[in-house]
Protein backbone atom coordinates (compact mmCIF):
# COMPACT_ATOMS: atom_id res chain seq x y z
CA UNK A 1 0.00 0.00 0.00
CA UNK A 2 1.13 3.61 -0.81
CA UNK A 3 2.25 6.05 1.49
CA UNK A 4 3.40 4.10 4.21
CA UNK A 5 0.86 1.78 5.17
CA UNK A 6 0.48 -1.88 6.53
CA UNK A 7 -0.36 -4.73 3.91
CA UNK A 8 -3.31 -6.04 4.93
CA UNK A 9 -2.63 -10.14 5.94
CA UNK A 10 -6.26 -11.01 5.37
CA UNK A 11 -5.74 -9.49 1.54
CA UNK A 12 -2.53 -11.30 1.39
CA UNK A 13 -3.54 -14.68 1.65
CA UNK A 14 -6.51 -14.47 -0.10
CA UNK A 15 -4.28 -13.63 -2.87
CA UNK A 16 -2.47 -16.33 -2.78
CA UNK A 17 -5.48 -18.70 -2.25
CA UNK A 18 -6.56 -17.68 -5.57
CA UNK A 19 -3.45 -18.04 -7.48
CA UNK A 20 -4.33 -21.92 -6.09
CA UNK A 21 -5.45 -24.62 -8.70
CA UNK A 22 -8.68 -25.27 -7.15
CA UNK A 23 -7.96 -28.80 -5.57
CA UNK A 24 -5.10 -26.75 -3.14
CA UNK A 25 -7.08 -24.52 -2.88
CA UNK A 26 -9.87 -26.20 -1.02
CA UNK A 27 -7.36 -28.01 1.37
CA UNK A 28 -6.68 -24.22 1.95
CA UNK A 29 -9.88 -22.75 3.08
CA UNK A 30 -10.07 -25.53 5.77
CA UNK A 31 -7.14 -23.78 7.46
CA UNK A 32 -8.61 -20.23 7.13
CA UNK A 33 -9.94 -17.87 9.85
CA UNK A 34 -13.81 -17.10 9.85
CA UNK A 35 -12.93 -13.38 8.56
CA UNK A 36 -10.79 -14.65 5.59
CA UNK A 37 -13.46 -17.17 4.44
CA UNK A 38 -15.64 -14.37 4.36
CA UNK A 39 -13.33 -12.13 2.43
CA UNK A 40 -12.89 -15.17 0.01
CA UNK A 41 -16.25 -15.52 -0.37
CA UNK A 42 -16.93 -12.15 -1.07
CA UNK A 43 -14.44 -12.26 -3.77
CA UNK A 44 -16.33 -14.71 -5.86
CA UNK A 45 -15.61 -13.52 -9.39
CA UNK A 46 -12.36 -14.12 -9.03
CA UNK A 47 -12.85 -17.42 -8.30
CA UNK A 48 -15.42 -18.26 -9.74
CA UNK A 49 -15.52 -21.22 -12.91
CA UNK A 50 -15.73 -20.03 -16.82
CA UNK A 51 -20.11 -21.03 -16.92
CA UNK A 52 -20.99 -18.88 -13.86
CA UNK A 53 -20.07 -15.71 -15.57
CA UNK A 54 -22.98 -13.49 -17.58
CA UNK A 55 -22.24 -13.66 -21.02
CA UNK A 56 -21.20 -10.25 -23.23
CA UNK A 57 -23.79 -9.04 -25.37
CA UNK A 58 -27.31 -7.20 -25.17
CA UNK A 59 -29.19 -10.53 -24.45
CA UNK A 60 -32.70 -10.43 -22.49
CA UNK A 61 -32.78 -14.12 -21.38
CA UNK A 62 -29.67 -16.16 -20.35
CA UNK A 63 -30.20 -19.49 -19.63
CA UNK A 64 -27.89 -21.72 -17.31
CA UNK A 65 -28.88 -25.44 -18.17
CA UNK A 66 -26.52 -27.83 -16.57
CA UNK A 67 -26.16 -30.76 -14.13
CA UNK A 68 -26.74 -30.70 -10.17
CA UNK A 69 -24.08 -28.85 -8.25
CA UNK A 70 -22.82 -27.12 -11.68
CA UNK A 71 -23.17 -23.93 -9.77
CA UNK A 72 -26.69 -22.58 -11.04
CA UNK A 73 -28.34 -21.16 -7.93
CA UNK A 74 -24.65 -19.31 -6.84
CA UNK A 75 -24.21 -18.04 -10.21
CA UNK A 76 -27.83 -17.01 -10.14
CA UNK A 77 -27.54 -15.19 -6.88
CA UNK A 78 -24.30 -13.68 -7.28
CA UNK A 79 -25.57 -12.03 -10.65
CA UNK A 80 -29.01 -10.48 -8.73
CA UNK A 81 -26.81 -9.13 -5.76
CA UNK A 82 -24.43 -7.18 -8.00
CA UNK A 83 -27.18 -5.79 -9.93
CA UNK A 84 -28.86 -4.64 -6.58
CA UNK A 85 -25.99 -3.42 -5.07
CA UNK A 86 -25.09 -1.59 -8.08
CA UNK A 87 -28.49 -0.26 -8.61
CA UNK A 88 -30.44 1.31 -5.89
CA UNK A 89 -33.76 1.68 -7.59
CA UNK A 90 -33.82 -2.39 -8.74
CA UNK A 91 -37.17 -4.30 -8.57
CA UNK A 92 -36.38 -7.79 -8.88
CA UNK A 93 -38.41 -10.88 -9.48
CA UNK A 94 -37.54 -14.26 -7.59
CA UNK A 95 -39.62 -16.86 -9.64
CA UNK A 96 -39.71 -20.72 -8.75
CA UNK A 97 -41.68 -23.73 -8.56
CA UNK A 98 -43.36 -23.21 -5.40
CA UNK A 99 -42.71 -20.12 -2.73
CA UNK A 100 -41.58 -23.01 -0.07
CA UNK A 101 -38.85 -23.55 -3.02
CA UNK A 102 -37.69 -19.56 -3.64
CA UNK A 103 -37.24 -19.03 0.38
CA UNK A 104 -35.02 -22.14 0.62
CA UNK A 105 -32.97 -21.73 -1.92
CA UNK A 106 -32.82 -18.70 -3.56
CA UNK A 107 -33.20 -16.62 -0.61
CA UNK A 108 -32.36 -18.61 2.49
CA UNK A 109 -30.06 -21.61 0.97
CA UNK A 110 -26.42 -21.76 1.34
CA UNK A 111 -25.51 -20.38 -1.85
CA UNK A 112 -28.73 -18.07 -1.52
CA UNK A 113 -28.63 -13.99 -1.40
CA UNK A 114 -28.85 -13.95 2.58
CA UNK A 115 -25.73 -16.25 2.84
CA UNK A 116 -24.01 -14.12 -0.11
CA UNK A 117 -24.69 -10.92 1.57
CA UNK A 118 -21.07 -8.86 1.81
CA UNK A 119 -19.35 -7.80 4.79
CA UNK A 120 -21.88 -4.62 6.27
CA UNK A 121 -24.71 -5.35 4.32
CA UNK A 122 -27.64 -6.41 6.28
CA UNK A 123 -30.36 -7.46 4.21
CA UNK A 124 -34.08 -7.27 5.61
CA UNK A 125 -35.87 -10.20 4.54
CA UNK A 126 -39.93 -10.13 5.07
CA UNK A 127 -40.57 -13.78 5.05
CA UNK A 128 -44.31 -12.87 5.16
CA UNK A 129 -44.32 -10.33 2.54
CA UNK A 130 -42.10 -12.09 0.48
CA UNK A 131 -39.73 -9.48 0.20
CA UNK A 132 -35.88 -9.26 0.62
CA UNK A 133 -34.27 -5.80 0.99
CA UNK A 134 -30.73 -4.06 0.47
CA UNK A 135 -29.24 -1.65 2.04
CA UNK A 136 -29.47 0.84 -0.61
CA UNK A 137 -33.14 0.75 -1.28
CA UNK A 138 -33.01 -2.32 -4.24
CA UNK A 139 -35.57 -5.13 -3.19
CA UNK A 140 -36.70 -8.39 -4.68
CA UNK A 141 -40.01 -10.21 -4.63
CA UNK A 142 -41.07 -13.69 -4.23
CA UNK A 143 -43.30 -15.39 -6.86
CA UNK A 144 -44.08 -18.93 -7.25
CA UNK A 145 -45.17 -20.90 -10.67
CA UNK A 146 -48.28 -22.08 -8.39
CA UNK A 147 -49.66 -18.89 -8.54
CA UNK A 148 -49.32 -17.06 -11.72
CA UNK A 149 -51.75 -14.27 -11.27
CA UNK A 150 -49.30 -12.82 -8.34
CA UNK A 151 -47.38 -11.13 -11.51
CA UNK A 152 -50.16 -9.45 -12.69
CA UNK A 153 -49.12 -5.82 -12.02
CA UNK A 154 -46.06 -5.29 -10.77
CA UNK A 155 -42.92 -4.43 -12.65
CA UNK A 156 -39.59 -5.43 -12.93
CA UNK A 157 -35.97 -4.54 -13.99
CA UNK A 158 -34.71 -8.46 -13.46
CA UNK A 159 -35.50 -11.54 -12.78
CA UNK A 160 -34.50 -14.76 -11.57
CA UNK A 161 -35.94 -18.21 -12.44
CA UNK A 162 -35.00 -21.32 -10.77
CA UNK A 163 -35.74 -25.04 -11.80
CA UNK A 164 -37.86 -23.99 -14.82
CA UNK A 165 -38.32 -27.75 -15.21
CA UNK A 166 -40.35 -28.01 -12.30
CA UNK A 167 -42.83 -25.52 -13.10
CA UNK A 168 -45.90 -27.47 -13.52
CA UNK A 169 -49.02 -26.70 -14.59
CA UNK A 170 -49.35 -23.20 -14.16
CA UNK A 171 -45.56 -22.54 -15.58
CA UNK A 172 -46.42 -21.72 -18.72
CA UNK A 173 -48.41 -18.96 -17.54
CA UNK A 174 -46.22 -17.76 -14.80
CA UNK A 175 -43.68 -17.43 -17.50
CA UNK A 176 -46.08 -15.25 -19.62
CA UNK A 177 -47.01 -12.93 -16.42
CA UNK A 178 -43.51 -12.66 -15.56
CA UNK A 179 -42.29 -11.45 -19.34
CA UNK A 180 -45.20 -8.96 -19.11
CA UNK A 181 -43.46 -7.41 -16.13
CA UNK A 182 -40.48 -7.09 -17.82
CA UNK A 183 -40.52 -3.00 -18.79
CA UNK A 184 -38.06 -1.58 -16.11
CA UNK A 185 -35.10 0.11 -17.32
CA UNK A 186 -33.33 0.34 -20.42
CA UNK A 187 -32.45 -3.66 -20.43
CA UNK A 188 -34.81 -5.56 -18.95
CA UNK A 189 -33.06 -8.99 -18.14
CA UNK A 190 -33.75 -12.89 -16.75
CA UNK A 191 -31.88 -15.72 -15.78
CA UNK A 192 -33.03 -18.74 -15.82
CA UNK A 193 -30.80 -21.60 -13.81
CA UNK A 194 -32.05 -25.39 -14.13
CA UNK A 195 -31.64 -28.88 -14.69
CA UNK A 196 -33.27 -29.65 -17.84
CA UNK A 197 -36.87 -31.64 -18.32
CA UNK A 198 -38.53 -31.98 -21.66
CA UNK A 199 -41.30 -30.02 -20.65
CA UNK A 200 -43.31 -27.14 -22.94
CA UNK A 201 -42.19 -24.35 -21.23
CA UNK A 202 -38.33 -25.98 -21.47
CA UNK A 203 -38.63 -25.84 -24.97
CA UNK A 204 -40.25 -22.52 -25.61
CA UNK A 205 -37.64 -20.66 -23.43
CA UNK A 206 -34.62 -22.61 -25.76
CA UNK A 207 -36.19 -21.46 -28.68
CA UNK A 208 -36.49 -18.09 -27.88
CA UNK A 209 -34.78 -15.35 -30.45
CA UNK A 210 -31.78 -14.14 -29.14
CA UNK A 211 -31.53 -16.55 -25.59
CA UNK A 212 -28.25 -16.97 -24.72
CA UNK A 213 -27.32 -20.44 -23.33
CA UNK A 214 -24.78 -21.64 -21.02
CA UNK A 215 -24.25 -25.66 -20.58
CA UNK A 216 -22.68 -27.73 -18.10
CA UNK A 217 -22.18 -30.86 -16.37
CA UNK A 218 -21.83 -31.35 -12.72
CA UNK A 219 -17.71 -32.78 -13.47
CA UNK A 220 -17.67 -28.86 -14.96
CA UNK A 221 -17.86 -27.58 -11.14
CA UNK A 222 -13.41 -27.84 -10.31
CA UNK A 223 -14.83 -26.65 -6.52
CA UNK A 224 -17.12 -29.72 -5.95
CA UNK A 225 -15.17 -32.66 -4.38
CA UNK A 226 -13.41 -35.13 -6.76
CA UNK A 227 -15.10 -37.92 -4.66
CA UNK A 228 -18.37 -37.42 -5.26
CA UNK A 229 -17.84 -36.45 -9.18
CA UNK A 230 -16.20 -39.65 -9.29
CA UNK A 231 -18.97 -41.41 -7.18
CA UNK A 232 -21.79 -39.90 -9.43
CA UNK A 233 -20.37 -40.63 -12.75
CA UNK A 234 -20.07 -44.38 -11.38
CA UNK A 235 -23.47 -45.01 -10.37
CA UNK A 236 -25.18 -43.37 -12.94
CA UNK A 237 -22.83 -42.03 -15.86
CA UNK A 238 -24.05 -42.70 -19.32
CA UNK A 239 -27.79 -43.45 -17.76
CA UNK A 240 -30.45 -41.57 -18.30
CA UNK A 241 -30.89 -39.78 -14.78
CA UNK A 242 -27.22 -39.63 -15.24
CA UNK A 243 -27.40 -37.51 -18.64
CA UNK A 244 -30.30 -35.25 -17.33
CA UNK A 245 -29.07 -34.43 -13.95
CA UNK A 246 -25.51 -34.68 -14.14
CA UNK A 247 -25.21 -33.44 -17.47
CA UNK A 248 -27.51 -31.62 -17.79
CA UNK A 249 -29.22 -32.76 -20.97
CA UNK A 250 -32.41 -32.54 -22.31
CA UNK A 251 -33.66 -35.99 -22.97
CA UNK A 252 -36.67 -36.17 -24.88
CA UNK A 253 -39.51 -39.02 -25.83
CA UNK A 254 -40.63 -39.79 -28.88
CA UNK A 255 -44.41 -40.32 -28.98
CA UNK A 256 -45.07 -44.10 -30.04
CA UNK A 257 -41.81 -45.18 -29.60
CA UNK A 258 -40.72 -48.23 -29.88
CA UNK A 259 -38.19 -48.42 -27.03
CA UNK A 260 -38.65 -45.69 -23.97
CA UNK A 261 -35.96 -44.62 -21.28
CA UNK A 262 -37.74 -46.34 -18.81
CA UNK A 263 -37.50 -49.44 -20.32
CA UNK A 264 -34.42 -49.23 -21.31
CA UNK A 265 -33.09 -47.78 -17.58
CA UNK A 266 -35.46 -51.06 -16.42
CA UNK A 267 -33.30 -53.55 -18.54
CA UNK A 268 -29.59 -52.71 -16.99
CA UNK A 269 -27.25 -54.46 -15.57
CA UNK A 270 -23.87 -54.21 -14.11
CA UNK A 271 -23.22 -58.16 -14.35
CA UNK A 272 -23.21 -60.80 -17.22
CA UNK A 273 -23.75 -64.34 -17.16
CA UNK A 274 -21.45 -67.13 -19.13
CA UNK A 275 -22.07 -66.44 -22.61
CA UNK A 276 -23.21 -69.19 -24.77
CA UNK A 277 -22.79 -67.62 -27.87
CA UNK A 278 -21.69 -64.04 -28.86
CA UNK A 279 -22.71 -61.56 -32.17
CA UNK A 280 -21.34 -58.63 -33.28
CA UNK A 281 -24.04 -57.02 -35.62
CA UNK A 282 -23.04 -54.72 -38.33
CA UNK A 283 -24.82 -51.84 -40.49
CA UNK A 284 -22.22 -50.99 -43.07
CA UNK A 285 -22.45 -46.93 -44.62
CA UNK A 286 -22.98 -46.25 -47.87
CA UNK A 287 -20.06 -43.87 -48.03
CA UNK A 288 -17.10 -42.17 -45.44
CA UNK A 289 -19.51 -39.44 -44.78
CA UNK A 290 -22.84 -39.05 -42.59
CA UNK A 291 -23.71 -41.88 -41.85
CA UNK A 292 -21.70 -43.96 -38.79
CA UNK A 293 -20.62 -47.82 -38.98
CA UNK A 294 -23.02 -49.39 -36.65
CA UNK A 295 -21.34 -52.38 -34.90
CA UNK A 296 -22.68 -54.02 -31.85
CA UNK A 297 -21.55 -57.03 -29.44
CA UNK A 298 -24.72 -59.07 -27.72
CA UNK A 299 -24.39 -61.69 -25.99
CA UNK A 300 -26.56 -64.75 -25.48
CA UNK A 301 -26.31 -65.71 -22.01
CA UNK A 302 -26.06 -68.67 -19.89
CA UNK A 303 -29.51 -67.82 -18.67
CA UNK A 304 -31.19 -67.55 -21.96
CA UNK A 305 -31.11 -63.72 -21.95
CA UNK A 306 -29.44 -61.33 -24.23
CA UNK A 307 -27.10 -59.13 -23.01
CA UNK A 308 -25.66 -55.69 -25.14
CA UNK A 309 -22.04 -56.07 -24.34
CA UNK A 310 -20.40 -53.00 -26.44
CA UNK A 311 -21.24 -50.41 -28.63
CA UNK A 312 -18.07 -49.91 -31.24
CA UNK A 313 -19.38 -47.50 -33.76
CA UNK A 314 -17.48 -45.61 -36.10
CA UNK A 315 -18.47 -42.37 -38.20
CA UNK A 316 -16.83 -41.34 -40.90
CA UNK A 317 -14.73 -44.12 -41.56
CA UNK A 318 -13.14 -45.50 -44.75
CA UNK A 319 -14.56 -49.46 -45.50
CA UNK A 320 -10.62 -50.49 -44.13
CA UNK A 321 -11.08 -48.26 -40.69
CA UNK A 322 -14.63 -49.54 -40.47
CA UNK A 323 -13.70 -53.44 -41.16
CA UNK A 324 -10.61 -53.15 -38.69
CA UNK A 325 -13.43 -51.68 -35.86
CA UNK A 326 -15.22 -54.70 -36.41
CA UNK A 327 -12.92 -57.51 -36.30
CA UNK A 328 -11.10 -55.78 -32.93
CA UNK A 329 -14.89 -55.74 -31.25
CA UNK A 330 -15.41 -59.26 -32.52
CA UNK A 331 -12.12 -60.16 -31.22
CA UNK A 332 -12.28 -58.47 -27.58
CA UNK A 333 -15.86 -60.47 -26.92
CA UNK A 334 -14.97 -63.79 -28.74
CA UNK A 335 -17.39 -63.69 -31.17
CA UNK A 336 -18.77 -66.49 -32.84
CA UNK A 337 -20.40 -64.70 -36.05
CA UNK A 338 -20.49 -61.07 -37.63
CA UNK A 339 -24.22 -59.97 -38.85
CA UNK A 340 -23.89 -57.84 -41.51
CA UNK A 341 -26.33 -55.97 -43.79
CA UNK A 342 -25.62 -56.66 -47.45
CA UNK A 343 -27.99 -53.96 -48.77
CA UNK A 344 -25.31 -50.87 -49.15
CA UNK A 345 -22.24 -52.60 -51.16
CA UNK A 346 -23.03 -56.11 -51.90
CA UNK A 347 -20.27 -58.34 -51.74
CA UNK A 348 -18.02 -55.76 -51.05
CA UNK A 349 -18.89 -56.19 -47.48
CA UNK A 350 -17.58 -59.47 -47.08
CA UNK A 351 -14.68 -59.02 -48.92
CA UNK A 352 -14.55 -56.29 -46.97
CA UNK A 353 -14.47 -57.42 -43.80
CA UNK A 354 -12.57 -60.62 -44.57
CA UNK A 355 -9.68 -58.29 -45.66
CA UNK A 356 -9.63 -56.93 -41.70
CA UNK A 357 -9.30 -60.45 -40.65
CA UNK A 358 -9.49 -63.66 -42.87
CA UNK A 359 -11.03 -66.19 -40.45
CA UNK A 360 -13.94 -63.40 -39.40
CA UNK A 361 -17.10 -65.47 -39.51
CA UNK A 362 -18.99 -63.63 -41.57
CA UNK A 363 -23.28 -64.04 -42.31
CA UNK A 364 -24.88 -61.03 -45.02
CA UNK A 365 -28.20 -60.73 -44.36
CA UNK A 366 -30.49 -58.53 -47.02
CA UNK A 367 -33.32 -56.51 -45.69
CA UNK A 368 -36.86 -57.01 -46.52
CA UNK A 369 -38.36 -54.74 -44.56
CA UNK A 370 -37.84 -51.15 -42.92
CA UNK A 371 -35.67 -50.50 -40.06
CA UNK A 372 -38.64 -49.89 -37.71
CA UNK A 373 -40.60 -53.11 -39.07
CA UNK A 374 -37.61 -55.07 -38.32
CA UNK A 375 -37.02 -53.49 -34.56
CA UNK A 376 -40.48 -54.45 -33.52
CA UNK A 377 -39.96 -58.13 -32.68
CA UNK A 378 -36.57 -57.07 -30.74
CA UNK A 379 -38.53 -54.53 -29.05
CA UNK A 380 -40.92 -57.12 -27.69
CA UNK A 381 -37.64 -59.08 -26.46
CA UNK A 382 -37.12 -55.51 -24.46
CA UNK A 383 -40.30 -55.61 -23.07
CA UNK A 384 -40.67 -59.59 -21.89
CA UNK A 385 -37.77 -59.09 -20.09
CA UNK A 386 -35.23 -61.39 -22.14
CA UNK A 387 -32.60 -58.34 -23.61
CA UNK A 388 -30.46 -56.31 -21.27
CA UNK A 389 -27.88 -53.75 -21.39
CA UNK A 390 -24.27 -54.49 -19.77
CA UNK A 391 -23.70 -50.62 -18.97
CA UNK A 392 -24.92 -47.49 -20.76
CA UNK A 393 -24.86 -46.74 -23.96
CA UNK A 394 -25.48 -43.38 -24.96
CA UNK A 395 -25.88 -42.67 -28.31
CA UNK A 396 -27.20 -46.29 -28.93
CA UNK A 397 -30.11 -45.64 -26.68
CA UNK A 398 -30.92 -42.17 -27.73
CA UNK A 399 -31.16 -44.24 -31.74
CA UNK A 400 -33.32 -46.98 -30.27
CA UNK A 401 -35.52 -44.41 -28.72
CA UNK A 402 -36.08 -42.80 -32.08
CA UNK A 403 -37.45 -45.58 -33.47
CA UNK A 404 -41.42 -45.09 -33.44
CA UNK A 405 -43.91 -48.03 -34.50
CA UNK A 406 -45.03 -45.96 -37.65
CA UNK A 407 -41.85 -46.80 -39.42
CA UNK A 408 -40.16 -43.10 -38.59
CA UNK A 409 -37.38 -41.97 -37.12
CA UNK A 410 -37.00 -39.16 -34.85
CA UNK A 411 -33.32 -39.85 -33.22
CA UNK A 412 -30.29 -38.40 -33.66
CA UNK A 413 -28.55 -38.56 -37.21
CA UNK A 414 -29.95 -38.97 -40.70
CA UNK A 415 -30.24 -42.87 -39.71
CA UNK A 416 -30.23 -45.18 -36.89
CA UNK A 417 -27.27 -47.50 -37.66
CA UNK A 418 -26.11 -48.36 -33.88
CA UNK A 419 -30.07 -49.43 -33.36
CA UNK A 420 -29.48 -51.62 -36.74
CA UNK A 421 -26.65 -53.39 -35.88
CA UNK A 422 -28.08 -54.05 -32.46
CA UNK A 423 -31.43 -55.47 -34.65
CA UNK A 424 -29.43 -57.78 -36.47
CA UNK A 425 -27.23 -58.93 -33.55
CA UNK A 426 -30.11 -59.70 -31.74
CA UNK A 427 -32.32 -61.34 -34.30
CA UNK A 428 -29.26 -63.57 -35.20
CA UNK A 429 -28.97 -64.18 -31.88
CA UNK A 430 -32.38 -65.13 -30.21
CA UNK A 431 -34.70 -64.82 -33.01
CA UNK A 432 -33.52 -67.06 -35.60
CA UNK A 433 -35.46 -68.04 -38.15
CA UNK A 434 -38.80 -66.79 -37.12
CA UNK A 435 -37.80 -63.39 -38.16
CA UNK A 436 -36.79 -64.84 -42.00
CA UNK A 437 -39.77 -62.93 -43.59
CA UNK A 438 -37.48 -59.58 -42.43
CA UNK A 439 -34.02 -61.00 -43.49
CA UNK A 440 -32.62 -62.93 -46.68
CA UNK A 441 -29.63 -64.60 -45.73
CA UNK A 442 -26.81 -64.41 -48.69
Not at 64 to 74: C, L, N, Q, V
Not at 103 to 110: A, H, I
Request: proline content about 6%; charged content about 25%.
Amino acid sequence: MSGGGKVDPTHEIIDRLLALPPRERRSALLAMTPAQRREFRDRWAAWAHDGQYAPPGDWRVWLIRAGRGFGKTRAGAEWVGALARATPEARIALVGATPDDVRKVMVEGPSGLIALAHEGEPLEWQVTAGVLRWPNGASATVYAATVPEKLRGPEHHLAWCDELGKWGRGGEATWDNLMLTMRLGERPRVLVTTTPRPTRLMRRVMALPGVVETRGATADNPHLPESFVAAMAESYGGTMLGRQELEGELIDEVAGALWTRGLIEARRVALVPDAVRVVVGVDPPAGTEGDACGIVAVALGADGRGYVLEDASVSGATPERWARAVAACAGRRGADRVVAEKNQGGEMVRSTLLAADAVLPVRLVHASRGKAARAEPVAALYEAGKVWHAGAFPALEDELCGLSAGGGYEGPGRSPDRADALVWALTELMLGRRDAAAVREL
